[in-house]
C-alpha cells in the first residue's frame, strides 16, 4: 500500500501541434489518401518519486466505430531516447506527427491512442495508456477516449 502511495503516476495529455487545430488531408507518396496528425504529447509525473520515461508509442486511425480495445500492432515509436521526470513535474513535450490512410468524413472518427512506457524508483516496470478523438466539425479541442482500455495505468 506505501509503495502505490509514493510511486511515480505518470499522466499523458495530448493536444494539438502549435499552429494546428485540426488533422490535415494529404496525400502519401503514391498519391493515394493520407491524414497527418500534427500533435504534441505530454507526459506530467503526479507520483511521489522520480521515474524514467523508457518509450513512447503511438498511431492514429479513421475508425466508423470506436475499437474497445486499442490495436498495439499498430503503434509506432514517438521516442527512442530515456527520459527522467521528477515528482510534480513536466516532461518536454514530444512534438510530431502521426498519419494513417485515408480522409475522415462526416460519419467516421479519427482517433490517436499509445502507451508510455516507465521505470520507477522500485524498479518496476509500468506504462500508460492513452486515447483520444476528433471529428469533423467537432472544434478544436481533443476529447479523451472513455473505453477502460485506452486509459488504463500500471
Known sequence: HIKNSERAWLMVDLEWAPGFSSPQDTANESFEPFTSVPF???????GGTPCWIIEKR??????????????LQKMHTMQFSPEPI?????????????????????????????????????????ETFWGYYWKLGHGPGLPRLAEPDYTKRS
Open 58 to 71: 503511438g498511431c492514429a486511425q479513421i475508425v466508423d466505430s470506436v475499437p474497445a480495445k486499442p490495436d
Open 40 to 46: 504534441r504529447l505530454r507526459c506530467s509525473n503526479d
Open 86 to 126: 521528477k515528482s510534480g513535474k513536466e516532461s518536454i513535450p514530444t512534438n510530431g506527427a502521426m498519419g494513417c490512410r485515408g480522409h475522415l468524413n462526416d460519419s467516421q472518427t479519427l482517433i490517436m491512442y499509445g502507451v508510455v512506457r516507465y521505470r520507477d524508483v522500485f524498479s518496476e516496470d509500468r
